[in-house]
């Protein structure tokens, strides 16, 4: 007998093992429950401590089939000081959860996707399939390569180029769908319906989302097992967010940290804002909206876990920013140019709205807090499109180069001794 | 006067495995009448205790979520066809 099972997160009638997202009693969807007792002698810091450096050192706390071996170094991310960015945003204890570099496709959804197909194939599917914004197909893509499956990759027709190239280049069949993710979503939800294949965030959905958990557990064991004071987390279905706090709850509940409140921020694009609108607005229901932003990643107008995502940040005391395109632009930038990394338009949505709560007064600066950059600048430069101009080319002489070098400098350098 | 409605795999144990419907309805309200007097098992499916739509619960008008259209009290027009579509539904084991 496996150690979790499916529970309705409503009425919490339990549901066994098997690839289903909702209760058939209330619609309400399904949330893997452990037995908490039964993994705590094993799940400890010094057990965890001599374990690879990857997600499955949290193996206790994941929906594993029994027997399940890993083919990838999933996760472990660094967890970066970022001291030039924090003195920008005027603090100097702020981190960066970089999953920019995850394994294998350069985003968070590494996670998710490792745990879906670990039970894609306890569930004995051999096609593996999901609705995308772009990052969750490249993924699946790739893990399906890796891991003996046939994918079907259904995307919004005007996703970036290159995120649907780098699904394609994996041999997985892509379908573009003339609509928005939220129309591709429901198509799914119906494809689901008539075919017998392992949709990782449709049936397959509880399993999946438990492999967010591994952000809020590497957050957790990178800072020494303690917890931050707040975290800032970009929200698309509102997914993540619930599962970082849950990760922390369950140290927490397992005596890995010391208990104590963790403020948890959202961060979305102003132009697909429905959980940030809701809580500015005070209010626990999502109204759906139609997204208009190249945040392409985050653009979800009907969020899955919206109404979770609302109220772990309501009851956290935390809060939800959200910023325009070229503000995310901007941050972009501002987080290129002071750490050294580059992240998708998501991840300037959640440095942009990190400044906005810094600057509002609603994190303050002595307190730890870590921002989670859940994907990589590679995939969307599109984004930058027309900000850096084209260098006129030089021949390649010395004098040339310093005619050039005259000409460029046109601020006056200040030579420090 | 006719639309069509559209049942999810996970409801059609309550219809007797009726997936599709013909009726008159004019609108939201009207149509889940039809369907308690129709599918009584249904009802408690569709609405929670206060008879608000439950929360999980989406309807679609010719693919376009009701919310777009004005919310639960759009008039529907003749030929629409309506989706009743769990947000994380899907399944087939």
Partial sequence: MAHYELRCRECGKAWGNQPRSI????????????????????????????????????????????????????????????????KELGTHKLFIKND????????????????????????????????????????VAAQAARNGFKAWIFIPADLEPAKILNTQVYGARVVRIAGSYDQVNRLCSQIADEHRWGFVNVNLRPYY?????????????????????????????????????????????????????????????????????AIKTGRAEIEPQKPATIARSLAIGNPADGHYAIKAITK?????????????????QSLAETEGIFTETAGGVTVGCARKLYREGRIAPDETTVLCITGNGLKTTDAL??????????????????????????????VEA | MSITVQIPTAL?????????????????????????????QLKPHLRDEAGQIRRFLNVYVNEEDIRFLGGPGYTFQDGDEILLVPSIAGGRE
């Fill in chain 1, 100 to 139: 920019a570099v995850c394994l294998p496709t350069l985003s968070f959804k590494d996670r998710v996707v490792a745990v879906a197909l670990s039970q894609a194939r306890a569930f004995g599917f051999d096609t593996v399939s999901c609705s995308s914004t772009g990052n969750l197909a490249n993924s």
């Fill in chain 1, 316 to 332: 956290s005391g935390g809060w939800s920013e959200d910023v325009s395109d070229p503000e995310l632009v901007d941050s972009i």
């Fill in chain 1, 23 to 86: 209760c058939d009693e209330c619609f309400s969807p399904l949330e893997v429950g452990y037995d908490y007792d039964a993994v705590r002698a094993e799940f400890t810091r010094e057990k965890i401590a001599q374990r690879p450096p990857n997600m499955w050192r949290y193996s206790e706390l994941l929906p594993l089939p029994p027997h399940f071996h890993p083919t990838l170094p999933v996760g472990f991310t660094p967890l970066l000081s970022a001291p030039n960015l924090g």
């Fill in chain 2, 12 to 40: 059609r144990r309550h219809t007797d495995g009726v997936g599709k419907l013909d009726c008159s309805a004019n609108n939201l309200g009207e149509l889940f009448s039809v369907l308690d007097q129709k599918f009584p």
């Fill in chain 1, 209 to 277: 989302a438990e492999g967010s958990k591994t952000v809020g557990f590497e957050i957790a064991e990178q800072l020494g097992w303690r917890l931050p004071d707040n975290v800032v987390v970009p929200m698309a279905g509102g997914s993540l967010i619930t599962k970082i706090k849950k990760a922390f709850d369950e140290l927490i509940t397992l005596g890995l940290v010391e208990p104590k409140p963790v403020k948890f921020f959202g961060a979305q694009a102003s132009g697909c804002s429905p959980i940030s609108t």
């Fill in chain 1, 385 to 414: 499109a027309g900000e850096y101009t084209a260098e006129t080319a030089i021949a390649p002489k010395l004098a040339e180069f310093e005619r050039y070098l005259d000409n460029t400098l046109d601020v006056p350098e200040t």
